[in-house]
């Protein structure tokens, strides 16, 4: 599981959004994880993206995925496969159970083999950020199967990472037997220029959210308008610029109230809201809990 402490899961990440959590150790780059998207804070596992490859199989429930602008409604028995470099959110209303694993590719083959140019870099280097699997197409029945295949080999104690490896490879074989890696390269261009666009202003935001921000300023360090910058965010994120900066200041606020023993207004103040009210009100609406209560919950 992904903890921030003992009563909170929450994804950790840079000002670009990557994920900082390790998915694995350099001589074995792969991490199982059960997960319940509930535990999470917001109810979501939120904005990030990760060099690693990742595939998920939903358990129990139905979420919500979000792929860059996209979005899609996943129900139990749905697996997802998530390309490198892609930046995704989960999102539900109730329990959700989703056992995954992230690994990089590189554990399949190096990087100068065969294997690797021709079945692994193509789907790397393709347009595809995302292939949602159903139990109701027989071939890809037999991939959510090795996934859950997959899964539980990891509790065994004897020959689990070569049975892992054997697995992952056959998993690989059947994605690159559903997917289409031929989409023209200039839409990947496209994509990954507005990704970097984003991230630049998301850097932007994190690295000065204690201070007032424009979205002129904003606009300013890709040199884009502010329409420009309104629409990336809204098709890549689903928000604005000023509310991902009120709700990276709700973040920091969080922390210090769970990790210090700060006042209301001082954490307030440390975080970037000058006004108190403004702060506990906009704090309640997104944690469904005044400040106080998410104090003394994480203190439990």
Not at 62 to 80: Q, W
Not at 286 to 300: C, D, H, L, N, S
């Amino acid at each position: 599981m992904k903890y921030t402490h003992e009563n909170y899961s929450k994804i950790v990440t840079d000002e670009s959004l990557r994920e900082t959590i390790p998915h694995g150790s350099d001589d074995y780059p792969f991490r199982y994880y059960l997960e319940d998207i509930w535990e999470f804070d917001f109810h979501c596992i939120d904005w990030h993206w990760h060099p690693e490859v990742e595939f998920v199989l939903i358990e129990k429930g139905t979420m919500e995925l979000l792929v860059g602008s996209d979005r899609y409604t996943v129900e139990a028995g749905t697996g997802i496969f998530i390309n490198s470099q892609v930046i995704h959110r989960f999102e539900t209303t109730g329990s959700v159970i989703i056992p995954n694993i992230v690994f990089s590719p590189s554990l399949l083959a190096p990087e100068a083999s065969l294997i690797y140019r021709k079945y692994i870099q193509p789907i790397l280097e393709s347009a595809v950020e995302c292939v949602i699997f159903s139990a109701e197409n027989p071939r890809q029945r037999e991939l959510l199967d090795t996934l859950a295949s997959v899964f539980i080999v990891q509790e065994e104690e004897n020959g689990c990472e070569i049975k892992t490896a054997e697995l992952l490879l056959k998993l690989w074989r059947m994605l690159y037997e559903n997917v289409d890696t031929t989409e023209k390269t200039s839409v990947l261009r496209a994509a990954e220029k507005t990704q970097a666009q984003l991230q630049i202003m998301l850097q932007y935001i994190h690295k000065n959210y204690l201070y007032p921000i424009s979205l002129d300023e904003i606009a300013e360090t890709v040199a884009l308008s502010k329409s420009s910058v309104l629409n990336i965010f809204q098709k890549n994120i689903h928000t604005s610029p000023i509310q991902d900066l009120v709700n990276y200041r709700l973040k920091r606020a969080a922390k210090l109230l769970a990790t210090t023993r700060s006042s209301v207004s001082s954490i307030a103040g440390d975080t970037g809201f000058e006004n108190i009210g403004y702060f506990c009100r906009k704090f309640k609406e997104v944690f469904q809990m005044t400040p106080g209560e998410y104090r003394k919950r994480a203190m439990m």
